[in-house]
């Protein structure tokens, strides 16, 4: 038994892994159940009783010895497996979940009034941010002298010359180009953003967004316009919503009306968002100007239209009542994952 005792020592002492696998058949042949040393063991019950005590000692020694060299072989082999690149991670185990992103608020909403109006009929039409004078405000019928086109309201890119360039006011300049390019009968919603030389506060931003929609045809009248805010009000707030308009001023528009709708929030009694009166501003809108048909090739004795013109951040503020524009653009995390599962259409 000395020798087979010695003989294991030395070749313990000797022994390499250079895998896990290694590492385990190693333990096999010398701890497994018909292991080398557990056959020692086995041995030591059958020998001589004077004898137990030396060998005793001698076997404990070696069981101890051999767990502990089995345990380097398999650090070892681990350490090897990481230097030579190759995988430790079980690559069939699934993958970890990482956080996704969520819709920004303002485009929830944006998406929701063009999918509302794609419903009705309606295309969507795109122009450019950076507008000339032309198509912001003179053919929609813009006196020269309008104070929209000064300094404090327009952020102009190019001054000085008879048609400036400049940073479009509202998404009313896609009418424009829509007529100049397109065959009546016209209907279109216009979504995009527009700058205003503004202070930014709780209720105004010198970004934001709009959704400008128009339908010219024969005998379209102000009930068709009425009819279609109606609906859009009822798809967008809900089915019990009222409506009511009450005349305004716009250059390319006559008549024209601001557009109310039922307060969703005390259904019409009166609450702080509505301030008291039952009713929220939504948008403006009105009958084409026969100027602004004019002015892009159409012929106002045989077509008639109308337009209207929404603000996406004020009926994102209507909807979830979040009452200061600036979280809008403030990019807070704590904010935008809010909007994680809102709906939509
Ligand atoms: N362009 C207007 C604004 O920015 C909104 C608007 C009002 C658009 C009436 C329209 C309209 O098409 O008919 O405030």
Known sequence: MKEAIERIMAELADLKAATQKEAEEARVRFLGKKGEVTA?????????????????????????????????????????????????????????????????PVSIVRQQIVDIFRKFGYDVAEGPEIEDDYHVFEALNFPPNHPAREMQDTFFVSTGHVNPLLLRTHTSSVQVRTMETQDVPIRVVCPGRVFRNEAI????????????GLYIDKDVTFADL??????????????????????????????SAEVDVSCNICKGKGCNICKGTGWLEIMGCGMVDPNVLKAS???????????????????????????????????????????ATATEV
């Open 201 to 212: 506060s709780a209720r105004a931003h010198c970004i934001f967004h709009q959704v400008e």
């Open 297 to 339: 090739g159409i012929d106002p004795s045989k077509y008639s239209g109308f337009a209207f013109g929404m603000g996406v951040e004020r009926i994102a503020m209507l909807k979830w009542q979040v009452n200061d524009l600036r979280h809008y653009f403030e990019n807070d995390m704590r904010f935008l994952s809010e909007f």
């Open 40 to 104: 020692l063991m086995e041995q030591f019950r059958s020998i001589a009783p004077e004898l137990k005590r030396e060998y005793g000692q001698k076997l404990n020694e070696l069981k101890k010895y051999t767990q502990a060299k089995i345990e380097e072989l398999k650090a070892a082999a681990d350490a090897s497996a990481v230097a030579s690149g190759a995988p430790k991670e079980d690559l069939s185990m699934p993958g970890d979940a990482f956080p996704l992103g969520s819709r920004h």
């Open 226 to 255: 009425k009819q279609a805010i109606l609906l859009f009000a009822r798809e967008m707030f809900g089915p019990d919503t009222q409506i009511r308009m009450r005349p305004s001023y716009f250059p390319f528009t006559e008549p």
